[in-house]
């Protein structure tokens, strides 16, 4: 019998390995385009009514405004503008670990990225689907209502991705 003083875990690493000290000195953030700090993303309930589809019709239609639709079917609005806080040239914060830096930044964790994941040189998301005015307006011919304008049929998000 063997005996094994280390575990490995069956991950994708991309033919990288790093020891703990590595990872901790590493800066997670220091080759990222900083998407965190360039878009803002509300909560929006999810359209249940053709009036609710028709204001998102109306949002869109604003400059910099587009919709999120994840793939867990939450929506969210988008909006590109980036924090003024944000030293443009470099990506950094400019009150980075001072008092007025909101602790919304300071305890997002990096290492679970959301942001990087979907928003960082990304051309297609994984995890979302960008919704601006013409792909909405791809999407709203197959969406169904009842009598009284209730949603009753939409694609799925899958759908909704190759629309
Ligand atoms: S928090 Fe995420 S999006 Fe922001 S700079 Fe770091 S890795 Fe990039
Ligand atoms: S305060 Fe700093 S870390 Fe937070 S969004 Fe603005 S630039 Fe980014």
């Known amino acids: 019998m063997t005996t094994c003083n280390s575990i490995t875990l069956e991950r994708s690493t ?4 790093k020891n703990f000290l ?7 953030c220091a080759s990222c385009s900083a998407p965190c700090c360039r878009v803002l993303l509300v909560p ?3 359209p ?3 009036m609710d589809l028709d204001y998102i019709r109306y949002v869109v239609g604003f400059h910099g405004a587009q919709m999120i639709l994840n793939s867990d079917g939450r929506w969210q609005l988008l909006i590109e503008q980036a924090c003024r806080l944000l030293d443009q040239e470099t990506n950094l914060c400019t009150v980075h670990a001072t008092p007025r830096q909101p602790k919304t930044c300071v305890f ?5 990225c959301w942001y990087k994941r979907n928003f960082d040189k990304r051309e297609k998301p994984p995890e979302l ?7 909405l307006e791809a999407i709203l011919p197959h969406v169904r209502f009842d009598e009284d ?3 009753l049929d939409i694609p799925k998000w899958e759908v909704i991705r190759e629309l």
């Open 108 to 112: 997002f964790n990096p290492y679970r």
């Open 129 to 135: 689907i960008r919704i601006d005015m013409d792909r």
């Open 14 to 17: 991309n033919g990288q390995r």
């Open 48 to 50: 249940a009514t053709f």
């Open 44 to 46: 929006h309930p999810t």
């Open 22 to 28: 590595e990872m901790a000195e590493e800066n997670v």
């Open 149 to 151: 304008g209730n949603v």
